[in-house]
């Protein structure tokens, strides 16, 4: 049984590090899964057959013995019920489990990302301007509500989950802003996550397939 994930060849400078599939890449780092990469470019997105399998181009796309998966929280999913070190076999632990995967696809990362478009893409422009003060008001009281319920634990659910991928994945984008460290709680628990071997070896995979695929420069 093969599993791939498809990544892109090669991202601009500020997109390194947090394409999302650097998710399913440390999913099955986690659990000791094997994975082949399926690399592909502008060309290749953009074309027919490849919008066949992610309507909009995107990545991660995952294959596994003939189940097709795209969106990085359903590929956790998947790769979570394949190890219940990921997806927990107790019924109670389980539902938390999940509960926290979708809450960091719903709760929280809609917010963050919008805060990344404004402020890597649109600062200064007047409706950037206008709607940042309530996107960071919402945002801070998402993250507030958080770190509550992280409290003093080490994840999410009891040990280390998909949910901790994802939620920790979201997470990290804010460290170009001063809201993670207003919030020891999660800058700490952040820290904890980034500090996992699988996120390590997963990390280093993703920015050496951009590092192969690098444009070449003219003088």
């Not at 795209?70 to 938390?96: N, Q, T, V, Y």
């Not at 994802?166 to 820290?191: D, G, H, K, Q």
């Amino acid at each position: 049984m093969t599993v791939t994930i498809t990544a892109f060849k090669w991202v601009p400078e500020f997109a390194r590090g947090f394409v999302r599939d650097l998710r399913p890449r440390w999913a099955c780092e986690e659990i000791g899964l094997a994975y082949e990469e399926r690399l592909i470019g502008q060309e290749e997105q953009a074309s027919a057959s490849y919008r066949a399998e992610q309507p909009w181009g995107q990545v991660p796309v995952l294959q596994d013995d003939g189940v097709h998966l795209f969106e990085s929280g359903a590929i956790l999913m998947h790769l979570g019920e394949k190890d219940e070190r990921l997806l927990p076999a107790d019924l109670e632990a389980r539902a938390h489990t999940i509960s926290w995967l979708f809450a960091a696809f719903n709760s929280i990362e809609p917010w963050v990302f919008e805060l990344g478009t404004i402020m890597l893409f649109a600062e200064g422009e007047e409706w950037a301007e206008l709607r940042k003060p309530s996107l960071l008001e919402t945002l801070d009281e998402r993250l507030d509500g958080l770190a509550d319920a992280l409290g003093d634990k080490d994840y999410l659910v009891g040990d280390f989950t998909v949910a901790d991928i994802a939620m920790s994945s979201a997470l990290r984008e804010l460290e170009r802003t001063t809201l993670l460290s207003e919030r020891p709680i999660l800058a700490a628990y952040v820290e904890r996550c980034t500090a996992r071997e699988g996120f390590k070896k997963a990390m280093a995979d993703q920015l050496a397939a951009f590092d192969r695929h690098e444009p070449a420069t003219t003088n």
